[in-house]
Every structure is written in structure tokens, then in C-alpha cells.
């Protein structure tokens, strides 16, 4: 079972940045990927950006070119870098992991483990 802690939200100026960081625990050997996902008020979740153990990352667009994931795996951290914060990134930014599963008829991964989340607020 993998747990994840995130850390490093807070409160910001529009225009400054914020690093938040997730301490990953137990069994990742299955990980596909990890990521940071975020839910700002009156919205659903969203991805916001990924990183698989290769180093290959995504991002929404919108924040594309302000933020950047990377991680250590010496310390099973994950980090997101954020900068140029805007009000629309104020939420809850929650660490994830996907894992592989196995079914009969092959395998594929699914975000199975979440952080308690951490809070971003921009003002």
C-alpha cells in the first residue's frame, strides 16, 4: 500500500511561487506514473501535470511554461514547482499515483492512491 503526504501549500501573491512536495511510503514498485491533481472551488478535480519513472512529464495547458514536476527517487519526493501563481490556480493540490493492475485480459493503470491534499491560496 503507497502512501502519499503532501506539504508546502500556503497562501501567495499572484505572481510568486510556491514548491509543494509529496513524501511517498511503501510498495511503488507497480507505480506508473505519479502526479499532482487539483480541485479549485466550484470545480471537479483536474490532472495538473505528470511524471512517469523515465522522467517523462505532461501538464495541462495552462500551466504549461509555470509549472514543473520532478522527483527524487532517492527520496521518494515528488515535487511541484510552481511559479507565476495566478488567482485560478488557488485549490487543493493532491499528490497521486498510478498504479498498474492486472486483469485476466492484460493490465493497465489507474490513479489509485491519493494525499490528503495540500492548500494553495493565490490572492
Known amino acids: 500500500h503507497v502512501q502519499l503526504v503532501e506539504s508546502g501549500g500556503g497562501p501567495v501573491e499572484a505572481g510568486g511561487s510556491l514548491r509543494l512536495s509529496c513524501v511517498a511510503s511503501?510498495?511503488?514498485?507497480?507505480?506508473?506514473?505519479l502526479g499532482w491533481y487539483r480541485q479549485s472551488p466550484g470545480k471537479e478535480r483536474e490532472k495538473v501535470s505528470t511524471?512517469?519513472?523515465?522522467?517523462?512529464?505532461t501538464y495541462t495547458d495552462s500551466m504549461k511554461g509555470r509549472f514543473t514536476i520532478s522527483q527524487d527517487n532517492a527520496k521518494n519526493t515528488l515535487y511541484l514547482q510552481m511559479n507565476s501563481l495566478k488567482t485560478e490556480d488557488t485549490g487543493v493540490y493532491y499528490c497521486?499515483?498510478?498504479?498498474?493492475?492486472?486483469?485476466?485480459?492484460?493490465?493497465?493503470?489507474?490513479?489509485?492512491?491519493w494525499g490528503q491534499g495540500t492548500q494553495v491560496t493565490v490572492s
Open positions: 497521486a499515483a498510478e498504479v498498474e493492475r492486472s486483469e485476466y485480459w492484460g493490465s493497465y493503470c489507474s490513479w489509485a492512491h
Open positions: 511503501g510498495d511503488s514498485n507497480n507505480d506508473c506514473r
Open positions: 511524471i512517469r519513472r523515465d522522467g517523462a512529464t
